[in-house]
DNA sequence: TCGCACGCCTAC
DNA sequence: TAAGGTAGGCGTGCGA
């Protein structure tokens, strides 16, 4: 075990004495005296199995236990089971292997065995059975350990000691302080060729930049930076310049073992950063460079991995094992967190800290080595930068307090919580109440390759669409699915086959019947595990949400926060572990059981409330459920009041939850008023929660919240929603679209605004159907393999100008590209196909003719002939001149204006001029912001940002002033 | 032109 | 051997 006293000082634990094992069910009749011979055949077949290994015993003891499964209600408490123990953890799996295909045991035959708990992590069953959680304190208690003799690791303490002594504590009062952890984070720089993207058999790492923080401090203690070649001195920073690449990489290899980090963070550095110095190490022969873990002459090694669930996407990444120290990569842990449209490091911090960071393309790098010490102390700034920001998200977003917290609840190692899916997070405390109610986990097979059977979900009422102008009530269950659970007790332990209703004769007020048709026990028979993990987790959360309203110290703070956001993501995710066809140990029965009740609970609030909040009884308005997702109902109760309405669904969400078993509780939330209502799972409102004052405005899955649309579309109903909604102004918001849709056909839109971002989920050639973003990542991937995206990145694209019918694919382009060749992007499209029907969607319920008013008036007609000055197709064409006034094209070279606005002189004169005076200012406003971000006014602009909106900007001004100036340039004959 | 499958992303 | 679930809207391409 690796740790950190509250000293700060490291620690390694040699835990002695625990051994691997797993459990079979015992056949009837097989006693204590069957044990030896039982043993024997296994420890044969394994041998047989491994011929090569010098292994002396595989098989260390079988002991019979007594123990009961999980899965099914069983009157008989506990039955025999042997515990198997093996030698080494590897050997757990062979020997289930050989247990589940069959042996042949003297005098009792050919058998199969189910096997149970034999999927258990070596590292999991270790903590689980010593109550060790991820991230708690562990106390070694004097005189039961000793101070290890023979080293085997860098800690500044070593001790061993016998894991029966290990003292844990749960993480309450002064057990629940934060360790004082050590973190580095580091980013490298690579010198790649002209036109490729680095690669270590070829290009050289030039710097790696660093900076070490201790947890919960304000200033880093080390910040530092290695240079490869001379390098300008840094205010606030150690520059430290080498002749060789060999020199920079082990000055960096003596910085870990000096500082010896408990976790390691960066961005990106588990595909990029660290398996490029280990590899760039190997091919320079560096022999002792990875050495970076804790343990002495461990060599790091580099494993593909990929990652793939439903709810993460495909990720592929590399797998970089550093013994006793946590890699926390950034990029990940925002992957997982958030849904951003794009996760660059730039756009990233720009959403997160508001801070805009240089983004130097690679084919800049080398230049910049290759100059002189000023140059390459450019290139250090930005470096330097590269690392600090990941420690500045770190804190800003609280991973620490968070994902220890998140560890603490689930009992999983930190490590586990980015490099593993949900399931394990579940399975983890499943194991742990399984263990102290003496039940055992079958170790079953996924039925059927690929799963394939699935059960029906929740109910999604019809939506009444339209806009209401009266205030809608709303009315959830809180924490609709635990609370299934744990009311009707559904669980594994509970759940009785159809076979032995009878056989245990069972009564009818002893079981639940669920809608669907599964029966399981009521707790006076046998309480469920999973609705007490469930009790538990939210009686957690409730006092870790008391305890963070009395909290003053904003550490504290912190933890309680990050500890009641774990426990209702773990609440909620129970359900989902039940369900997952392909995972440990699905169980349809319960979730389908779950999500049948859910829809007869929502059936019956909205027949309830229909019936009850009417004329008939006496109230003064009929109530109406117009829409109701999964666990919540909208009812609009008729009165055009804010503070009726909460007051009506108060009392509404009281009466009915009393009809409901406990602890499922129908609760009031808010109130939306005006409300739109587009479709499903589609709606804006502004929505209150106290009668004086509306709180926000709300929307969901509507165009606002998307990530695949364009920023237009994004800012334009927005823009309308609140015009419409807020300041009630439906003029306003139809001259608003009249605006845009001018500026947008007249070709006077940012290109950033014009982005659209799409997830690439599958490799190029897995996808069945030719889509905008597939095909355009594939041409990059022509173009430029090694900064193309690839599988789990998001793809930007524009849609540019081409032939009449051409395919919505056959258009897209990369931004940059499109700006760096001047390419035409296709308003109509952008009109037709983006904002046309997200208009039209808002605008049918309050406005007649919205299509005609919107996408039909004259301000459609005010198209511009977008004439590309250079590059692109236009490259060919014969260059015409047009008339400077009107745009006319004239015949004659010298000519400036036509016929028509010959006259005009001196005016279109002083406009050209204007023009290129505001055009001068915009670009230089846009230099200065961006020279701003880069940390320097004196020095030239090498950003290119493909996320920042300057970045686009600031390109467009420089090509409009070029233009500008050269239709200057026509008057000085 | 229309229905359908695919792909993406969201609500809960 | 690693992977929480279903419902549902909507854009796009493709073939009937």
Redesign the pocket.
């Known amino acids: 075990m690796f740790g950190v006293t509250q000293e700060g000082n490291s620690v390694c634990g040699n835990v002695h004495g625990f051994e691997p094992y797993f459990y079979i069910s015992c056949l009837d009749g097989i006693g204590p005296d069957d044990v030896p011979k039982f043993r024997s055949t296994l420890e044969t077949r394994m041998r047989e199995a491994n011929r090569n290994s010098k292994t002396q015993n595989f098989i260390t003891k079988i002991e019979i236990v007594q123990k009961r499964s999980v899965m099914y209600y069983q009157v008989q408490k506990a039955r025999s089971f042997l515990k198997i123990v093996v030698a080494l953890p590897t050997m757990v799996?062979g020997c289930?292997g050989i247990l589940e295909k069959g042996i042949n045991i003297d005098g009792i035959g050919q058998r199969c065995f189910l096997t149970y708990e034999s999927?258990v992590l070596f590292a999991l069953r270790f903590m689980i059975d010593c109550d060790i959680v991820g991230g708690n304190w562990i106390e070694l208690p004097a005189g039961n350990y000793c101070k290890s003799t023979r080293r085997l690791s860098y800690c500044q303490l070593e001790l061993d000691i016998h894991y029966s002594k290990i003292v844990s504590y749960a993480p309450v009062g002064q057990y629940s302080k934060m360790a004082p952890f050590r973190i580095l984070s580091f980013d490298i720089e690579c010198a790649g060729r002209k036109g490729h993207f680095p690669e270590p058999e070829h290009d050289p790492v030039i710097q790696i930049a660093n900076l070490v923080t201790v947890q919960g401090e304000q200033r880093p203690m080390v910040k530092n930076v290695m240079t490869l070649k001379s390098c300008s001195p840094i205010v606030g920073a150690d520059v430290m310049s080498f002749d060789t690449e060999k020199e920079v990489l082990l000055a960096w290899r003596e910085l870990v073992t000096e500082v010896d980090p408990d976790i390691i963070i960066g961005y990106n550095i588990c595909k990029f950063d660290l398996p490029y110095l280990i590899e760039r190490a190997q091919k320079l022969n560096v022999v002792e460079f990875p050495m970076l873990g804790r343990i002495r002459n461990s060599r790091l090694r580099i494993k593909d991995a990929s990652?793939?669930?439903?709810?993460y996407g495909i990720r592929e990444s590399k797998e970089v094992t550093i013994e006793g120290r946590v890699q926390f990569d950034l990029l990940q842990a925002i992957q997982r967190d958030y849904?951003l449209s794009s996760y660059s490091l730039n756009s990233v911090s720009a959403h997160f800290l508001g801070e805009q960071k240089e983004d130097v393309h690679h084919s800049i790098i080398s230049d910049l080595q290759n100059g002189n010490s000023e140059t390459r102390r450019r290139l250090a700034v930005y470096c330097l930068k590269d690392a600090y920001l990941p420690q500045r998200l770190l804190d800003k977003l609280m991973f620490v307090y968070n994902y220890v917290e998140m560890a603490r609840v689930t009992g999983v190692p930190i490590s586990f919580l980015l490099a593993?899916?949900?399931?394990?997070k579940v399975l983890s405390q499943l194991l742990r109440k399984s263990k102290q109610r003496n039940f055992v986990l079958p170790?079953v097979?996924?039925q059927g390759a690929g799963g394939g059977e699935?059960?029906?979900?929740?109910?999604?009422l019809d939506a009444k669409a339209g806009y209401y102008d009266k205030p809608i009530a709303t009315l959830d269950f809180a924490s609709?699915y635990p609370s299934i659970m744990m009311a009707y007790n559904l669980c594994y332990c509970t759940l009785v086959r159809a076979e032995d209703l009878q056989k245990f004769m069972l009564g009818p007020e002893e079981v639940t019947k669920t809608p669907s048709g599964d029966v399981f026990v009521k707790p006076s028979l046998e309480k469920g595990i999973l609705p007490e993990i469930l009790e538990e987790l939210l009686a957690a959360r409730k006092r870790a949400k008391a305890d963070l309203k009395e909290a003053t110290d904003p550490l504290e703070k912190a933890v309680l926060d990050g500890r009641q956001l774990a426990l209702k993501v773990s609440a909620?995710?129970v359900?989902?572990?039940t369900?997952?066809?392909?995972?440990q140990l699905p169980c349809l029965e319960i979730?389908s059981s779950v999500?049948s009740f859910g829809r007869q609970m929502i059936d019956h609030t909205k027949k309830l409330v229909q019936e009850r909040f009417n004329t008939s009884n006496s109230y003064s308005y009929d109530a109406e459920v117009i829409y109701g997702?999964?666990?919540?109902v909208m009812v609009q109760f008729g009165t055009p009041d804010v503070d009726e309405a909460m007051k009506l669904g108060r009392e509404a969400a009281q009466q009915i939850s009393a009809t409901f078993t406990k602890p499922i509780k129908l609760e009031f939330e808010k109130v939306y008023w005006p409300y739109l209502l587009?479709?499903?799972?589609?709606y804006a409102g502004l929505l209150w929660t106290k009668p004086e004052k509306y709180d926000k405005m709300d929307t969901?899955?509507i165009e606002t919240?998307?990530?695949?649309n364009c920023l237009l579309v994004k800012n334009l109903i927005t823009e309308c929603l609140h015009k419409i909604l807020i300041d009630r102004d439906i003029p306003g918001a139809v001259q608003y679209v009249k605006n845009t849709i001018s500026d947008l056909l007249m070709n006077r839109m940012d290109l950033s605004l014009l982005v659209i971002?799409?997830?690439?989920?599958?490799a190029g050639d897995a996808?069945?159907?030719?889509?905008?973003?597939?095909e355009l990542a594939e041409r990059m991937r022509k173009r430029d393999a090694a900064t193309a995206p690839t599988v789990g990145d998001?793809v930007p694209y524009v849609i540019i100008k081409a032939a009449k019918g051409a395919?919505?694919?056959e258009k897209s382009e990369d931004p940059i590209y499109v700006l760096e060749n001047n390419i035409p992007i296709d308003p109509q499209y952008y009109l037709e196909?983006q904002l046309s029907?997200?208009l039209l969607?808002i605008f049918d319920p309050i406005l007649k003719n919205a299509s005609k008013e919107l996408l039909h008036g004259s301000h459609t007609r005010s198209v511009s002939i977008s004439t590309p000055s250079n590059g692109g197709i236009m490259k060919f064409a014969k260059k015409r001149v047009s008339c400077a006034g009107c745009r006319t094209p004239i015949s004659e070279e010298n000519q400036i204006l036509c016929k028509h606005c010959q006259g005009r002189e001196a005016e279109l004169y002083q406009k050209t001029v204007a023009n290129v005076r505001d055009l001068e200012q915009l670009f230089g406003r846009l230099w200065t912001q961006c020279q701003r971000c880069q940390g320097s006014l004196h020095q030239d602009v090498l950003c290119t940002s493909r996320d920042c909106p300057i970045f686009y900007r600031r390109k467009k001004a420089q090509k409009d002033l070029g233009e500008a100036e050269l239709q200057l340039e026509r008057w000085d004959f």
Do not use: C, M, W
């Open positions: 799996a289930r999927n990652f793939s669930s439903r709810q849904k593993r899916g949900q399931s394990i170790n097979k996924s699935t059960f029906e979900g929740a109910t999604v609709l909620n995710s359900y989902g572990f369900g997952a066809t392909v995972g979730s999500t997702d999964t666990d919540s587009i479709s499903k799972k589609r969901k899955g919240v998307r990530r695949d971002t799409k997830g690439l989920t599958k996808y069945e159907s030719k889509t905008a973003h597939v998001r395919k919505a694919y196909n029907k997200p969607r």
